[in-house]
């Protein structure tokens, strides 16, 4: 039986966006806990030329609720705008992001698989269908700063483990 889009993307997507969330909380446990300030864990990187844990979080909404925006309004662009500056706006993000991921219809999202759409940045202008672009542009992406955030917060000495990357898995009843 083959996969309709919104089975190929929203479980695996809400299942991560909770993951996020929880590295967000843990985050802010490990500030408490060492006397850091959360806002410089929201900044922490990887390396100079990353951007940090809160453009990760960001984009972890960009390419999930985000994309599947971008492919209803026929392009896709990155926002650009600066990430919210604290660990409590990044949860609120994934609180958001979780929701409306929970709100979509799969019908409808279904429906935008084969419908034209283009990725936009600066100069660079991509023609994708609404799948191939969620599918091997956002769904990639999506997994890219996903496991970016994971690892700046690693790096920084938080206790995360495997498990709090996968999030609540779909086990059988």
């Not at 996020?20 to 006397?35: P, Q």
């Not at 799969?106 to 759409?117: C, F, I, S, T, V």
């Amino acid at each position: 039986m083959p996969l309709s889009l919104h089975q190929a993307l929203i479980p695996s997507f809400r299942q991560v966006v909770g993951a996020m969330e929880g590295l967000v909380d843990k985050a802010e446990a490990f500030a408490a806990e060492r006397g850091r300030d959360p806002a410089e864990l929201a900044g922490a990187r990887l390396a100079p030329d990353m951007l940090p844990f809160s453009w990760q979080i960001k984009f972890v909404h960009g390419h999930s609720l985000g994309a599947i925006e971008g492919v209803r309004r026929g392009t896709f662009s990155p926002d650009r705008s600066p990430p919210p500056a604290d660990l409590q706006a990044l949860r609120a993000l994934m609180r958001d992001t979780a929701a409306g991921l929970d709100a979509l219809d799969p019908a409808e999202l279904d429906a935008l698989a084969d419908r034209p759409m283009r990725f936009e940045m600066g100069e660079m202008r991509l023609p994708f269908t609404g799948e191939g672009f969620l599918l091997s542009f956002s769904q990639p992406n999506f997994y890219f700063h996903a496991a970016t955030a994971y690892d700046i917060l690693r790096a920084e000495g938080v206790k995360l483990e495997k498990r709090d990357f996968l999030g609540r898995l779909r086990l059988a009843a």
